[in-house]
T-cell receptor, first 114, second 113 residues
């Protein structure tokens, strides 16, 4: 069965610190897709990244980077030099090849203090 | 930049009443979804919709729920007889194709009294 685990419920950092949000997934499929979404205090869900299971290249977008490791079924998200505006709940999600529904993790609340 | 919109932003209703939540997906998208998030909890899939029919639904999406695309732009979620436990944030999402990223609307907060 598919499952997404975000073991870190809440993380607090001081501005300019780097922070890594962990995501571990379970699936029996060989083809699947992984996502990260940001939910700021205003409540909307903002798409950050999509990765398919055949693409293990790490990705960097500005201060954001993602480390996809199939060997450990992990898709971790790092924010470099965090800013107060990064404060949000971050959700990792999975979809399998026979469905396009997103299975979300429980989220990690990131608080960045000035 | 095109975005998914939802109305109303907040709906308060009495238990047993019918509610309709409305969404306007991104115009060239073909796949539509509803999710819900009970306060402080994770986001849960309700239903997916493609080519004017439901393609998948979760256990939550029972006979009290229905979806419709009444015209070329709107996508609605109806709850026939609301229960207290239906109180949640309801998100609409759309995507260009299956397995593509889903873009979410701002949500409708439903409060059932």
């Amino acid at each position: 069965a598919q499952k997404v685990t975000q073991a870190q419920t809440e993380i607090s950092v001081v501005e300019k610190e780097d922070v890594t949000l962990d995501c571990v997934y379970e699936t029996r499929d060989t083809t699947y897709y992984l996502f990260w979404y940001k939910q700021p205090p205003s409540g909307e869900l903002v798409f950050l990244i999509r990765r398919n299971s055949f693409d293990e290249q790490n990705e960097i977008s500005g201060r954001y980077s993602w480390n996809f490791q199939k060997s450990t079924s992990s898709f971790n998200f790092t924010i470099t030099a965090s800013q107060v505006v990064d404060s949000a709940v971050y959700f990792c999600a999975l979809s399998e090849s026979d469905t396009d529904k997103l299975i979300f993790g429980t989220g990690t609340r990131l608080q960045v203090f000035p | 930049e095109p975005e998914v919109t939802q109305t109303p932003s907040h709906q308060v209703t009495q238990m047993g009443q019918e509610v309709i939540l409305r969404c306007v997906p991104i115009s060239n998208h073909l796949y539509f979804y509803w999710y819900r998030q009970i306060l402080g909890q994770k986001v849960e899939f309700l239903v997916s919709f493609y080519n004017n029919e439901i393609s998948e639904k979760s256990e939550i999406f029972d006979d009290q729920f229905s979806v419709e695309r009444p015209d070329g732009s709107n996508f609605t979620l109806k709850i026939r007889s609301t229960k207290l436990e239906d109180s949640a944030m309801y998100f609409c999402a759309s995507s260009l194709s299956s397995y593509n990223e889903q873009f979410f609307g701002p949500g409708t907060r439903l409060t059932v009294l």
